[in-house]
């Protein structure tokens, strides 16, 4: 054999080498990618595309760790549901909740937590300094009472109720009390047509499973259509 065809020889077996060397990382790869779409999709909801519960309480935790004072916890609770459910279908129920995670979404911007917690019932976290927050969160009520249009045509008028807490109003930066107090804001204010701030008398509300089942010194109630 000539040196010429010595040398291609070795640059073949050496090609063969290497290729047959990233087969396995190439494999491994489209795993792991498969892999990271699965894991992404377990951590939204399928209909509306927001984080599930653990994902969003893990996000949230970080953005109040982070920002403090400037941060807010907002529940959203939609006005009348059952009753959209019931006369305009299922698929109409359906598309109001997809219609408010978008809004929702494109309320907070890409940093903030937004999760569907259950239901009808949503949850934003996200950086809101004092000097904005009550602008914005007359803008998320506008944004949530704007009529949804059906791909059949129909439109539907939609509501929600909005309860806000804040660290430098509440005293904590603990999410679950957080939490709470805006659900307890929320309720003092349903069906208004406006958000409501959580002061800190609303951290004594109790709450079963994160959700408010009372006020002190009245019978437990819940929630309210």
Do not use: C
């Not at 009390?177 to 609303?202: E, F, I, M, P, V």
Request: positive net charge; glycine residues 8%.
């Amino acid at each position: 054999m000539t040196p010429v065809l010595r040398a291609q020889a070795r640059i073949g077996q050496r090609a063969l080498l290497l290729t047959t060397a990233a087969l396995p990382l190439t494999g491994w790869a489209v795993h792991a990618a498969v892999l990271h779409t699965q894991l992404a999709a377990t951590r939204r909801d399928p209909l509306t595309g927001l984080l599930r519960r653990d994902a969003y309480t893990t996000r949230a935790r970080r953005i109040l760790a982070r920002h403090g004072n400037d941060s807010a916890v907002i529940m959203v609770d939609a006005d009348h549901f059952k009753a959209v459910n019931d006369t305009a279908g299922h698929a109409a129920g359906d598309a109001v909740l997809a219609a408010f995670s978008t809004r929702l979404t494109a309320w907070a911007g890409p940093r903030a937590a937004a999760g569907r917690l259950g239901g009808d019932e949503f949850a934003v976290v996200l950086e809101l300094p004092a000097d904005r927050r009550q602008q914005r969160l007359n803008q998320l009520v506008r944004m949530l009472h704007t009529p949804v249009t059906l791909d059949d045509g129909r439109t539907l008028d939609v509501a929600a109720s909005v309860g806000a807490a804040t660290p430098d109003v509440v005293g904590t930066r603990d999410l679950t009390a957080l939490q709470r107090a805006a659900d307890a804001a929320l309720y003092d204010g349903k069906h208004s047509g406006r958000a409501h701030l959580a002061t800190t008398a609303h951290t004594a509300a109790p709450s079963v499973n994160g959700r408010r089942s009372g006020r002190p010194g009245t019978a437990a109630w819940g929630r309210a259509a």
